[in-house]
Every structure is written in structure tokens, then in C-alpha cells.
């Protein structure tokens, strides 16, 4: 890799930005999913400014108790604290807690790296509000009388817990969804809200993200067996229903649903299906009109014909360079090399790599009128 390392600092130069560090990550036995989407995670900006500021907090506390979340947090700071510039790391430790905690990722197999994105995400948050609860009671401890003052502090209302935590994962990757059903005979709107770490898109052959995303915003008719009960009617009534963003993520996750499952076959195929994603992207299927501005900074792509084989890399963008990572290989690419990894018009075809998840960062403050 110091071949290929070398490489990458000469064909960056002196524009090789001040302070990055561009490291491939070794592959422990089909850990390829996992590697991806590290790299993606470790290129979104925000997420790693806080995840390092919460490593150099909780090791001025001192030995934390080992979780996922503090091995990815050592991953990271040991990739921005190297002296090189380009190398190889092993992100030993961090695996190796991932198989410990889901026995989903202990098998050699093929895995999907969006089931692990989900998962790493999910965990990060149960391990910060966990921290934060302990905290809490902490202090509660101290001063016992304060939590008696409004009644108890986290009680349930009407089901819900109040005021849920909101962590630093959540500011940058969580939105909220809201679904809106339609009694065709009162005309009542049911509103349901619910959030969101990333969009799971159903995708067709030759379109675009933004044709995914209207598709998924799009409405449906409920009739027949699939009746809504309107509360209202206190009946069962054909209704409308649709699916609209009320709350734009900082960091919007897409996931095409590459993977299909075919009644006929009995068994998932992989759809290599042509879907244009933009370097720039305008959510228009939000609550208020007003357009949300991405842009695309990181890309999983799915290498390979079916969905239990394959490989994974990731396509990155940092400081308006794009890099592609493949385990322990690093190396420059245009980025008009970007819209190669789209997919294939026709059903067979000898390129097997197409994008699978896709990270775009919201642009500054312009959409939050």
C-alpha cells in the first residue's frame, strides 16, 4: 500500500488538504460492508467532529466501559491523529466488538452493509441515551427534591416517552416523516409523524432519484380489504394515503432497494436497474414548499451480480476531491467517473457496480426558512 499511498500524495500534491488523512482499512474476512460504510461515515464532516469531541471527552473521564461506540470512536481519532498522510488501518477492534454485540455479522457470508449502517446508527443512539440516563440519575441522586417538584421527570404521556433524548447522531442524521391519510367520505386528514435515519427508496429501471423520491411521496388509494378505519366515521372508509417529509435531515441517507425478493424464483435477485443520483439534489416532497438543497458526498456502491456475494466500496468526496475506497486501497477519481456507478440500462451487463447508499449533506442554513 505504500506504492498506492504514495501515489494518492502525488496526485494530490501540494493540494493535498491540510490536516486529512486518507487511510484504507484492512479486510478482515468479508468485512468489505462494514469498511464502506465507515469510510462514508468518516467523511461526513459533522458526525466525525462529534464523534471525536465525545472520544477526547470520555477519555478525560477515564477508562470507559468498552461499546461500539467507543471502539468507533478510537477508530477514528487513530485515523485523524496518524502522522502519514496515506496508509492502511485495521479497524481490528471495532469488528471484532460488532460480531461480540450481533451475531448477524459474526458469520464469514456476504453481508448487507445498509442492515449495518442501520444497525451501527441505532446502537450509537441506545448507547448515548443509556450514557445520558446515567448521568441523569446522577444528578437526580444529588438533588433529590428537584424530581419531585413536577412530578416524575421521564413519565409516560399517553404512551409516549416525553421529551426523547435528542443525541448528536440524531441532529445529524435523523428526519421526520409524516403520513397523511384522507377519509374520502369526511374528508379528514389523519396526520402520523415518525422519524427516520435514512430513506429506503423502491427504484424502476432508467429513472432518477428524484423520480424514487416522488414515487415514494406519491398517493395511494386505500380501498377494497385495505379500508381506514376513520375514527370519525367510526367506520371503515375508502381513504388516500400519502408519505411527505416534514423535517429535512443535516445528512440525508438513501438506500435503493437493489435487493428484490421474486415470488417465482424464491430468492432475492439483484436489480442493476439504471438510477441517476445528482451531485446536487433538491428535496421537493417536503411538508413546506420550500426546496432543501444537497449535495452528494458519499457513495456505497454494491459490486457483483447477486444479493449473497459481492463486494462493496465507497465512492468519497472530501475537499472537492473525489476518492474511491476499497478496503485497503485508496486512489483518486474524476468526478464525472461518479455517474458510472448509476447502474445499467440494459438487464445484462458486464458492470456489476452499482450505487447503494447514498450520503448527501444539507446545504448550510438556505433550507431552513
Not at 97 to 123: G, I, P, V, W
Not at 337 to 352: D, I, P
Request: some cysteine; overall charge negative.
Amino acid at each position: 500500500m505504500g506504492a498506492a499511498g504514495s501515489k494518492l500524495e502525488k496526485a494530490l500534491g501540494d493540494q493535498f488538504p491540510e490536516g486529512e488523512r486518507y487511510f484504507g482499512l484492512e479486510n478482515f474476512g468479508n468485512t468489505c460492508y462494514c469498511n464502506s460504510v465507515l469510510q462514508a461515515l468518516y467523511f461526513c464532516v459533522p458526525f466525525r467532529e462529534q464523534l471525536l469531541e465525545y472520544y477526547s471527552n470520555t477519555k478525560s473521564i477515564g477508562d470507559a466501559e468498552e461499546n461500539l461506540l467507543t471502539c468507533l470512536a478510537d477508530l477514528f481519532s487513530q485515523i485523524s491523529s496518524q502522522k502519514k498522510k496515506t496508509g492502511v488501518i485495521a479497524p481490528k477492534r471495532f469488528v471484532q466488538r460488532l460480531k461480540k454485540q450481533n451475531e448477524l455479522f459474526r458469520s464469514y457470508m456476504h453481508q448487507d452493509a445498509h442492515e449495518f449502517l442501520n444497525f451501527l446508527l441505532n446502537e450509537l443512539v441506545d448507547i448515548l441515551e443509556k450514557e445520558a440516563q446515567a448521568t441523569k440519575s446522577d444528578k437526580e441522586s444529588l438533588s433529590p427534591p428537584d424530581t419531585v417538584a413536577n412530578g416524575p421527570r421521564n413519565g409516560q404521556v399517553n404512551g409516549t416517552q416525553k421529551e426523547p433524548l435528542v443525541t448528536w447522531v440524531h441532529k445529524n442524521f435523523q428526519g421526520l416523516l409524516t403520513n397523511e391519510t384522507r377519509c374520502l367520505r369526511c374528508e379528514t386528514v389523519t396526520a402520523r409523524d415518525e422519524t427516520f435515519f435514512d430513506l429506503s427508496l423502491d427504484i424502476e429501471q432508467n429513472s432518477s432519484i428524484t423520480s424514487c423520491l416522488k414515487n415514494f411521496s406519491s398517493t395511494e388509494t386505500l380501498n377494497a380489504e385495505d379500508k381506514f378505519f376513520c375514527d370519525k366515521c367510526c367506520s371503515l372508509q375508502e381513504a388516500q394515503k400519502r408519505m411527505k417529509i416534514k423535517k429535512p435531515p443535516h445528512i440525508l441517507v438513501i438506500h435503493l432497494k437493489r435487493f428484490k425478493y421474486i415470488e417465482q424464483l424464491g430468492r432475492y435477485k439483484k436489480l442493476s436497474y439504471r438510477v441517476v443520483f445528482p451531485l446536487e439534489l433538491k428535496l421537493s416532497n417536503t411538508v413546506e414548499d420550500a426546496d432543501s438543497e444537497y449535495s452528494l458526498f458519499a457513495v456505497v456502491v454494491h459490486v457483483g451480480s447477486g444479493p449473497n456475494h459481492g463486494h462493496y466500496v465507497s465512492l468519497v468526496k472530501s475537499h472537492n476531491h473525489w476518492l474511491f475506497f476499497d478496503d485497503e486501497n485508496v486512489e483518486m477519481i474524476d468526478e464525472s467517473a461518479v455517474q458510472t456507478f448509476f447502474g445499467s440500462a440494459q438487464e445484462y451487463s458486464s458492470n456489476t457496480d452499482h450505487g447503494y447508499i447514498l450520503f448527501y449533506e444539507s446545504l448550510g442554513s438556505s433550507n431552513k426558512s
